[in-house]
């Protein structure tokens, strides 16, 4: 390594973004790009990184390096904390199913099945303070961000426990619309009996519906599945079972 040179070695878990799986890279100090330009440029969005240290000392990512140090890349903590509250989340539109879920969970999560495109979710973080959730490393390097999330998997079912283990949210089941997150609210049989069939107005006497989309909510089949969901989450953030309030 020459003097204009730095090596950059990544924590464990960073591989994921490095070519071949390699931890330890060399980057050219040109005496401009900044350290995060540097290890954005190698393959990892800033939103993984945690912390970084020159030759054992914590430096920012606006840090311009002169060549010769070594930089180490710490992941970010789990769990990690976000400034604000409550938090709240913006998926993208490949995203689906990690949305219905995390709804379910009652965690505020926007999306939308049709994609508007990546300065409009960039900037929609902004504005509304959001954790931008992405498998699309490209968008989470938008400069615009409040703030972003890597999702590691492609498979849903190891995307919700990944997330909650990393940001470990407050969750209040049964209490979101999974089809557009408005909050539900209870609701009797007389306010929902036009929305159901006879089959279910005969069956079921607890609902709760959407204020937002007019959806409505009851314990059907599908209840006893989406129940093992909710306790398997409630475990990954090690919080309590609460009084369910809508079916």
């Known amino acids: 390594m020459n003097g204009t040179d730095l090596a950059l070695t990544f924590a464990p878990g960073l591989e994921t973004f490095l070519p071949r799986g390699r931890l330890t890279l060399t980057s050219r100090a040109d005496g401009v790009s900044t350290l995060g330009h540097l290890v954005e440029s190698l393959g990892v969005p800033l939103t993984e990184v945690g912390g970084l240290t020159r030759d054992g000392t914590p430096v920012p990512s606006s840090l311009i390096p002169e060549g010769g140090e070594h930089i180490v890349v710490a992941p970010v903590d789990r769990p990690q904390r976000v400034p604000g509250a409550p938090l709240r989340f913006l998926l993208d539109v490949h995203l689906g199913t990690l949305a219905r879920r995390l709804r379910l969970l009652g965690v505020d999560t926007a999306y939308q099945r049709d994609d508007p495109g990546d300065p409009a979710l960039a900037t929609r973080s902004a504005a509304e303070h959001r954790v931008l959730l992405s498998r699309d490393r490209g968008l989470l390097r938008r400069r615009e961000l409040w703030a972003g999330a890597y999702v590691y998997s492609h498979r849903p079912e190891e995307q ?88």
């Open 160 to 247: 919700l426990p990944d997330i909650l283990d990393r940001f470990r949210p407050r969750l209040h089941p049964w209490t979101r619309c999974t089809a557009c997150n408005t909050p539900l609210r209870p609701a009797t049989l007389a306010d929902v009996a036009d929305r159901i069939d006879a089959g279910t107005r005969t069956t079921y006497d607890v609902y709760a519906e959407c204020p937002g989309c007019g959806r409505v909510y009851w314990r059907g089949a599908h209840h006893d599945r989406l129940a093992r969901v909710v306790a398997d989450a409630l475990a990954t953030v090690g919080q309590a079972p609460e009084t369910e309030v809508a079916p």
